[in-house]
């Protein structure tokens, strides 16, 4: 017998069973409608097979599961009146909410924020890496370059526009005690640009890729419906259709529409500030409304047209808008000083990550970072059900490396240099006294980003630019927005019927509108952070459930790759294509 034959029959004899119950599993898998591919396996073969949304009402040109739109929406209608009815009560008790988890439950953000990072590069670059979304012969919807823009648009278009100029002001005059640095001083600087990186680097993007790779993968490689339920199968088995599923997708839906619409009331502070620059227009919440009706009707347009139609277009124009914006800025600011900012930044960020990321402040008595960075790991943990829905929704036929590559490291690369940029930018007009930008991010956080734009050419056209890609990245995060909810809410349909995604983008808008009038964003937004902690949970529990998925994924893969060598040297019948034959050699010993 030659040593390939008996090293192939002794993995045969351990392996025998668990094997031919994999590949009658594989052969006999029935086509899951709604896919683009077949998926490898079920997780569990004794359980009965679904389809998603089998238990939906459709009428009136809507396609729902009752239990989760419902839900959902009773408790936005209650949140909402009340905030209205009661708005100084709300936002005292959201508030003494936020504190209370600041004091008591920062170090469980903090320490949850680093396993979850460590979790999403384990499964990139470990053996598990090689795994495909869909399946080993998948292919990717989108190119590279739609998928970057995509992944910006969804994950923080708004909010690096927003923050990438007064943030670093921001930590420049009062820095992090974790550093050590004198207020307005070169060191001051350098910490105000590391934090500035830190709160927006690795971290968040890990959070929205564990997410994504655990939704991806349940949805493309299981074949269950594209919803935050399907992640916890291998726990709840079939209970993810019942009770428990459907609390856990009313708790995304809703969520994923508190995130959006602060960040959306977050974007039309900055339009009305900026068209109050460019136009004199009224910077008053009446005429915010109106651009967030406008606004929303572009938005509806682009829902209606589509994921490849709508939300990659508007996506790729982000990414070539924005890229235009910042290359202009490298030209005609202080190229030498960003270009410098931006590798001595890099360089001290992760030199300081180890120990910046698991500081909590516990010795030094300070309450500095329960107003950053416990708000903001509690911030995107809240928005990882949308960010990590669209993303999985965008991702499938990319191995799980080039997953994690392109969700973690690329964004975080385009993060540090957009944040030099503009932020270092906005440190060198400050420290050489050409303006002062911190007085007009004091006066109004909005306005901070034109501020800095009357110190260099054109002024007028790049705030214009500027109000442009708030616009658009606003559009975006809405549209994309609708779709998830839509998958949430019509019990994983990828394709949803048009009325249906017209009703979502419109609720996205009201939301915005309705608690910007009530004064409740502030109020919603530490709602959303205090939802963070509950996902903070399910996100550590979902890691074991991914590990185990992946490890049999990777058990089938060598099934498959054991069959094909074995076929090749004529060892066995071709069992992938007869659903009779057994897994048995057909030459004799030698």
Request: proline share 4%; charged share 15%; hydrophobic share 50%.
């Given at each position: 017998?030659?040593d390939?034959?008996?090293e192939?029959?002794?993995?045969?004899d351990?392996?025998?069973?668990e094997?031919?119950?994999?590949?009658r599993?594989?052969?006999?898998?029935?086509?899951f409608?709604?896919l683009?591919?077949?998926?490898?396996?079920?997780?569990?073969?004794?359980?009965?097979?679904?389809?998603?949304?089998d238990?939906?009402?459709?009428?009136?040109?809507f396609d729902i599961?009752?239990?989760?739109?419902?839900a959902?929406?009773?408790?936005l209608?209650?949140?909402?009146?009340?905030t209205l009815?009661?708005?100084e009560?709300?936002?005292t008790?959201f508030?003494?909410?936020?504190?209370?988890?600041g004091?008591?439950?920062?170090?469980f953000?903090?320490l949850s924020?680093n396993i979850?990072l460590?979790?999403?590069?384990?499964f990139?670059?470990?053996r598990?890496?090689?795994i495909r979304?869909?399946?080993?012969?998948?292919?990717?919807?989108?190119t590279?370059?739609a998928?970057?823009?995509?992944?910006?648009?969804?994950?923080m278009?708004?909010?690096?526009?927003?923050?990438?100029?007064?943030e670093?002001i921001?930590?420049?005059?009062t820095?992090?005690?974790?550093?050590?640095?004198?207020?307005e001083t070169?060191q001051?600087?350098?910490?105000?640009?590391?934090?500035?990186f830190?709160h927006?680097?690795f971290?968040?993007?890990?959070?929205y890729?564990?997410v994504s790779?655990?939704?991806?993968f349940?949805?493309?490689?299981?074949?269950?419906?594209l919803t935050?339920?399907s992640?916890?199968y291998?726990?709840?088995?079939?209970?993810i259709?019942?009770?428990?599923g459907?609390?856990?997708?009313?708790?995304?839906?809703?969520a994923?529409?508190f995130?959006?619409?602060?960040?959306?009331g977050?974007?039309?502070?900055?339009?009305?500030?900026?068209?109050n620059f460019?136009?004199?227009?009224p910077d008053?919440v009446t005429?915010?409304?109106?651009?967030?009706t406008?606004?929303?009707?572009v938005?509806?347009l682009?829902?209606?047209s589509?994921?490849d139609?709508g939300v990659?277009r508007?996506?790729?124009?982000?990414?070539n808008?924005?890229?235009?914006?910042?290359v202009?800025?490298l030209?005609?600011?202080?190229t030498?000083?960003?270009?410098g900012?931006f590798?001595?930044?890099t360089g001290s960020?992760l030199?300081?990550?180890?120990?910046?990321s698991?500081?909590?402040e516990s010795?030094?008595g300070?309450?500095?970072?329960s107003?950053?960075t416990v708000?903001y790991?509690g911030?995107?943990?809240s928005?990882?059900?949308?960010?990590g829905?669209?993303?999985?929704?965008?991702s499938?036929?990319?191995t799980i490396?080039?997953?994690?590559?392109?969700?973690?490291?690329v964004p975080?690369?385009?993060?540090f240099l957009?944040?030099?940029?503009?932020g270092g930018s906005?440190?060198?007009?400050q420290?050489?006294?050409?303006r002062?930008?911190?007085?007009a991010?004091?006066?109004?956080?909005?306005t901070?980003?034109?501020?800095l734009?009357?110190?260099?050419?054109l002024t007028?056209?790049?705030?214009?630019i500027g109000?442009?890609?708030?616009?658009?990245?606003?559009v975006?995060?809405?549209?994309?927005?609708?779709?998830?909810?839509?998958?949430?809410t019509?019990g994983g349909k990828?394709?949803?019927?048009?009325?249906?995604?017209?009703?979502?983008a419109i609720?996205?808008?009201a939301?915005?509108?309705?608690?910007?009038?009530?004064?409740g964003?502030?109020?919603?937004?530490s709602a959303?952070?205090?939802?963070?902690?509950?996902?903070?949970?399910?996100l550590?529990i979902a890691?074991?459930?991914m590990?185990?998925?992946?490890?049999?994924?990777?058990?089938i893969?060598e099934?498959?790759?054991?069959i094909?060598?074995?076929m090749?040297?004529?060892?066995?019948?071709d069992?992938?294509?007869?659903?009779?034959?057994?897994?048995t050699?057909t030459?004799g010993e030698s």
């Open positions: 017998m030659s390939r034959t008996a192939w029959k002794a993995r045969r351990r392996k025998e069973e094997r031919s119950a994999r590949q599993a594989i052969r006999e898998r029935d086509r409608e709604g683009q591919v077949d998926p490898d396996v079920d997780y569990y073969e004794d359980v009965a097979r679904r389809e998603p949304g238990t939906n009402i459709i009428k009136f040109g599961h009752p239990q989760v739109t419902f959902s929406a009773g408790f209608v209650l949140f909402l009146g009340l009815a009661f708005q009560q709300a936002e008790v508030a003494d909410s936020l504190s209370f988890i004091d008591n439950f920062g170090w953000y903090i924020a979850f460590v979790a999403i590069t384990f990139g670059f470990s598990f890496g090689r979304l869909g399946g080993q012969d998948a292919k990717p919807e989108f590279n370059f998928w970057y823009a995509m992944l910006l648009s969804a994950g278009g708004i909010g690096l526009l927003f923050w990438s100029v007064a670093p921001y930590h420049y005059q820095p992090p005690p974790f550093f050590g640095a004198e207020a070169s001051a600087a350098e910490a105000a640009m590391v934090t500035t830190y927006w680097g971290h968040p993007w890990g959070i890729a564990l790779l655990a939704l991806a349940f949805t493309y490689n299981r074949g269950l419906p935050m339920r992640v916890f291998p726990i709840l088995g079939e209970r259709y019942g009770f428990w459907n609390l856990i997708d009313t708790v995304a839906v809703i994923t529409l995130g959006l619409a602060s960040s959306l977050f974007g039309v502070k900055q339009v009305s500030a900026g068209m460019l136009f004199s227009s008053t005429f915010q409304v109106i651009l967030i406008v606004i929303t009707g938005a509806t682009s829902v209606v589509g994921l139609g990659k508007l996506s790729q124009l982000n990414l808008l924005g890229g235009l914006f910042l202009f800025l030209i005609v600011g202080p030498v000083f960003i270009v900012t590798l001595e930044s960020y030199q300081a990550l180890p120990s910046l698991l500081w909590t010795l030094s300070s309450s500095w970072q107003g950053w708000f790991w911030w995107w943990i928005w990882a059900p949308f960010v829905m669209f993303i999985a929704r965008v499938k036929g990319r490396r080039e997953f994690v590559t392109g969700v973690v490291l975080t690369a385009l993060s957009w944040m030099s940029t503009f906005a440190l060198k007009t420290m050489d006294g050409t002062d930008v911190a007085a991010v004091n006066e109004n956080v909005a901070a980003l034109f501020d734009l009357e110190a260099f050419p007028q056209l790049t705030s214009l109000i442009i890609l708030v616009v658009s990245f606003f975006t995060s809405s549209d994309s927005g609708s779709l998830v909810v839509d998958h949430l019509s990828l394709d949803s019927p048009v009325p249906q995604r017209v009703f979502w609720m996205e808008g939301i915005a509108s309705i608690l910007l009038i009530g004064g964003l502030q109020a919603l937004q959303a952070v205090a939802s963070g902690a509950i996902f903070a949970v399910v550590l890691i074991y459930s590990k185990q998925g992946f490890t049999e994924e990777l058990e893969i099934i498959h790759e054991e094909a060598v074995a090749e040297a004529g060892l066995i019948e069992v992938l294509h007869d659903k009779n034959a057994t897994v050699p030459g």
